[in-house]
């Protein structure tokens, strides 16, 4: 049980590596889409926005599939969130001071939220994926079986 519970959380050296890579590109990457235009949030109070929730979700579902660490899935939904709220904070912000923006950018409260919601999204997100991989393992499996 502790050796599951272990590999599922770190999983292996290599993958917890590409986990690392996975998330600071998926950060990169929604930044970049929200700076550019690619990704929006159209008023009102944002929590959570849509468009870096899907990307984190869908990168954590790879995350599951390929049989990574549940940490980093954890770890690539809270980089879609980071990636947003920099956006937010450096070029959204403009009459703030550079302190201020990192105020914003490091503020306990959108923290605290984003990492729960990365837990919540990222463990459900991570487990469709690995019960997809274990899906098709068995579909294949019973394919050559019979």
């Known amino acids: 049980m502790r050796e599951a519970l272990h590999s599922i959380l770190f999983a292996e050296r ?41 990307v984190g979700a869908v990168a954590a579902a790879g995350i599951g599939y ?8 954890w770890v690539t939904v809270f980089g879609a969130y ?17 302190a201020g ?14 990492a729960l919601a990365a837990v919540v ?3 459900i997100s991570f487990a469709v994926g690995y019960l997809a991989v274990r899906g098709v393992n068995t579909i294949s499996e019973g394919r050559t079986g019979s």
């Open 66 to 73: 390929r049989r990574g660490s549940l940490i980093g899935a």
């Open 101 to 114: 923006k990192l105020a914003f950018l490091f503020d306990p409260v959108s923290l605290g939220l984003s």
């Open 82 to 98: 980071i990636g947003f709220f920099a956006e937010w904070a450096f070029l959204g912000l403009s009459s703030h001071t550079f």
């Open 14 to 54: 290599f993958e917890r590596r590409l986990d690392v890579l996975i998330a600071a590109v998926v950060a990169v990457g929604t930044f970049v889409m929200y700076a550019t235009g690619g990704f929006s949030v159209d008023g009102g109070v944002v929590f959570l926005p849509s468009d870096a929730t899907l």
């Open 121 to 123: 999204i990222g463990t």
